[in-house]
């Protein structure tokens, strides 16, 4: 069987985490790509959903992301102290 080469530039913290994941699995980068163009092919598009998010979605995750109107607590018994009272 023939094979072509993919060259994709991708971030280096991305890439090891997606490998550890992989070899986790029992599969190498080359049979993730294979399986994924095949799913490709198969649904005939992307075969998961990618939607742009509203601009709700959009300031929601910008405020997260900036730390607007978030808590911060010092342990997970002080977070469970806290969703205990709201109960």
């Not at 190498?28 to 092919?41: D, G």
Request: hydrophobic share 35%; aromatic share 6%.
């Amino acid at each position: 069987m023939k094979t072509e080469t993919i060259r994709a530039r991708v971030e280096p913290n991305i890439k090891h985490q997606a490998e550890a994941v992989l070899k986790t699995l029992g599969i190498s980068p080359t049979e993730a790509i294979t399986l994924f163009y095949h799913q490709i092919k198969l649904q005939n598009g992307l075969p998961f959903s990618v939607k742009i998010p509203n601009k709700e979605t959009q300031q929601a995750m910008g405020d997260c992301i900036n730390g607007v109107g978030m808590t911060e607590y010092s342990s997970w018994e002080n977070l469970e102290k806290k969703l205990d009272a709201l109960n």
